[in-house]
């Protein structure tokens, strides 16, 4: 299972990069655009450097709750789509293989460390 995990955090790091040293690249896959050198440099940092760390960090630490902050980071980031698609009527193609893609990568970064869930299932639901 921790192989799905290193694939979650690996993906992140590659969309990390392409922010960083292709932000043109990051605007195009985002359907985004810039109107002034403050937004080319929100790319690079938001799209860069924040994606890299967040999936950087979880590989160093090691532990599942480096995991699981990133894993439900991205499943809040699927969730707060879902809402701006019902409540913006943004009923896009795009918009739901977003969600499709950013909810797997939380699944993903989720699915280590069963004995957690196992704990977590037993203290909280039985």
Same mark, same amino acid.
């Given at each position: 299972m921790?192989?799905i995990?290193y %694939?979650g955090?690996g993906v992140t790091? @590659?969309?990390? %990069?392409?922010?960083l040293i292709? #932000?043109?690249k990051?605007?195009d896959? @985002?359907?985004l655009?810039?109107?002034s #050198? ?7 940092s @938001?799209?860069?450097?924040l994606?890299i &760390?967040?999936?950087t960090? #979880? %590989?160093?630490?090691?532990t599942?709750?480096?995991?699981f @902050?990133?894993g439900?980071a991205?499943? !809040? ?5 879902? &809402?701006s698609?019902? %409540?913006?009527?943004?009923?896009t193609?795009?918009?739901?293989i ?6 797997? &990568?939380?699944i !993903?970064m989720l699915?280590?460390h069963p004995?957690v869930w196992?704990?977590w299932w ?5």
């Amino acid at each position: 299972m921790e192989f799905i995990q290193y %694939l979650g955090a690996g993906v992140t790091i @590659t969309l990390g %990069l392409m922010g960083l040293i292709f #932000p043109k690249k990051a605007a195009d896959f @985002t359907n985004l655009s810039w109107k002034s #050198p403050e937004g080319f440099s929100e790319f690079r940092s @938001t799209f860069g450097g924040l994606f890299i &760390i967040l999936g950087t960090y #979880p %590989l160093i630490d090691g532990t599942y709750h480096s995991y699981f @902050t990133i894993g439900f980071a991205w499943l !809040a980031t699927g969730f707060g789509r879902v &809402i701006s698609i019902f %409540l913006d009527g943004c009923f896009t193609k795009k918009n739901w293989i977003a969600v499709t893609f950013e909810m797997s &990568i939380g699944i !993903a970064m989720l699915s280590g460390h069963p004995e957690v869930w196992q704990r977590w299932w037993n203290q909280w639901i039985r």
